[in-house]
């Protein structure tokens, strides 16, 4: 029997290529947005309408969903957005705003969901997360700081669930050819001048980020294993030299925040 599959910010990015990558491989998907009556008669799958910051969205869409489907088989755990900036420079309400969507966001949806996926002892969750949730790279602190988040809840919620045969698991991008880094929200006002030449060059390096970036199928094929059960491991990292980032991380911890200092200071 084909596996339903409920994809959250499905109207772009790796929402949109994974939904419909399994819609075409038969999967039975269903996609939300903010505001679906824009994209719904382009797509050849239901989109339906959800604001993760909103906790009346979430009860109106939760008793929505399951007036389309009966059974649900995967969560993928896929909205939000960045906020770019030095940290000192960042206000906190805009930091605040980054973890009601990144986090809590993603925490409530998760919530909402956990009575169908309990009753029904079976399930499986997946989280895109960021290889920015597993180090900390300048001029991302406060979405470092959500992705780190994000990472701990789920880390824990898997050893809970693990008895209602309910899979968890986590996809750490790095960077990728998505709306994400060109829809970055990026601190204009309390500018301090002592930032402004480190300012320049940390723009510069995510930028160049953004200009790098890899094909997202490769994250989509990730999603696709973990969903089809080729792969059950909580952590997957995706992308070039996350395994080297993550090595140096842990076994050669001055090289790699030379080189995170480095990207800085070279970038043009």
Do not use: C
């Not at 994809?7 to 419909?20: D, E, N, R, Y």
């Not at 009860?59 to 007036?67: A, G, H, I, S």
């Not at 030449?197 to 973990?226: C, F, H, M």
């Not at 909580?234 to 080189?259: C, D, H, R």
């Amino acid at each position: 029997m084909k596996k339903t599959v409920l994809i959250t910010g499905a109207s772009s990015g790796f929402g949109l290529m994974l939904a419909k990558s399994l819609h075409q491989q038969g999967f039975d998907v269903i996609g939300t947005s903010r505001t679906p009556e824009k994209y719904a008669a382009q797509l050849p799958f239901k989109l339906l309408a959800l604001d993760v910051d909103n906790d009346a969205s979430i009860k109106r869409f939760t008793e929505t969903l399951f007036q389309h489907i009966k059974h649900l088989d995967v969560l993928v755990n896929n909205a939000g957005y960045m906020v770019t900036g030095i940290a000192e420079e960042t206000s906190v309400e805009l930091g605040r705003q980054q973890f009601e969507t990144n986090f809590w966001g993603t925490v409530k949806v998760t919530n909402a969901l956990f009575p169908y996926f309990r009753r029904q002892k079976q399930g499986q969750i997946i989280t895109i997360s960021s290889i920015v949730g597993l180090i900390g790279p300048p001029n991302l602190s406060f979405y470092s700081a959500s992705k780190h988040a994000v990472q701990g809840y789920f880390k824990s919620l898997r050893f809970e669930l693990d008895q209602f045969n309910i899979k968890v698991n986590m996809i750490e991008p790095v960077w990728f050819k998505t709306n994400l880094g060109h829809n970055a929200i990026s601190t204009t006002t309390n500018r301090i001048a002592d930032y402004d030449a480190y300012r320049t060059k940390a723009n510069a390096a995510t930028q160049k980020g953004i200009d790098d970036a890899e094909d997202p199928s490769i994250v989509v094929g990730a999603i696709s294993k973990l969903i089809e059960g080729k792969k059950s491991k909580f952590s997957n990292p995706v992308g070039k030299m996350t395994g080297m980032i993550l090595f140096l991380q842990s076994y050669a911890p001055k090289l790699f925040e030379n080189s995170i200092l480095k990207s800085v200071t070279s970038a043009k």
